[in-house]
């Protein structure tokens, strides 16, 4: 498996590379942070805190999970989508494909 | 840090324990996946995989998430509601933190 | 169908006539605003306003009308599901109910 | 203030234009039925209907409202985003102004 990830990041990464470096260190920080609540929420359930208190916990992971959601479609847009304007390349397919990750974060 | 941990666990233990044990498991397999599946996210952001693809991994965690959430809640309100009601103690108290915890996921 | 609304008005208003009286007049009044504000985005699609404004009061209908369903969630459960567990009736299927109203709120 | 409105019209009427002739048939469709569903409530609620499925209800117009917005979100981007771009105007202001919008209506 680990071979076939090797084979995926030289593919895409050349591919696509459209995530800002800025950003990239941004979202790993943030993804981090998130892992490590999500741990946190598995220790509360272990220990059978409140369960008020879990149920906070996840609804702030999820706010975490949709910021990184909104930079994500900024660079998105950013890059894929404005690329594809600019050069007159499948633009209508990028926005069709925009508005789909919307709806399916809005779940509509 | 991990001497109180366990003395929460202690105490917050026998206070609550309104988690069923098979509720118990059920979350914490869920909880796994769901940390595979945010390091899956580092992964893709990693590689530099289509932001599209990452955007649709990230909805499917948040599902996730409130599908957690829900079970959470199922389990507060047959436990901690259902309990302070039959015994007359803090029901009203114990209602309005249901609502808050249900306003904290929908965010309003 | 006028007649079957009454008929029902009839019914349901002895059969539940849970949501309590300054509730009713707090939601009702929500709720002509919401109405209000719904007829304001037809005349902003109309007039063409700005695309950005037009979904930015789209989106205070959306936590308004949230608002409006956590006042009912917790009238249910003040009332409702209070009453079934104080009786031993049917609080299992209330508290059920309740968990899935929930979750089609959140789409889970 | 009908005054300002005619007023508004006539300029943002000019200003934008943005909204396809056919989705501004469709989305008034849309609002007129919105706006119906919310009378409905109305109606539920006066008539003391079951809280759950005015709750239901809710979460349906809800539904429906997050459809409208993304049928603008998608024609914001197909026109102003684009030309933008295309002109190499404004482009920046109006990714973040389309990711603000996005991040209102996930209320991150």
Request: glycine share 6%.
């Amino acid at each position: 498996m680990d071979a076939t990830r090797n084979n995926e990041q030289t593919i895409t990464g050349s591919a696509h590379g459209y995530i800002k470096a800025r950003d990239k260190e941004l979202l790993q920080n943030r993804l981090k942070r998130i892992e490590g609540q999500v741990r946190g929420v598995q220790r509360m359930v272990d220990e059978e805190a409140y369960c008020v208190d879990v149920l906070t916990q996840i609804a702030s992971v999820v706010s975490a999970l949709e910021k990184v959601g909104t930079i994500l479609l900024k660079d998105h847009v950013e890059h894929c989508v404005r690329e594809s304007i600019e050069n007159g390349e499948d633009a209508d397919e990028k926005i069709e494909e925009l508005t789909a990750a919307v709806e399916r974060f809005l779940r509509v």
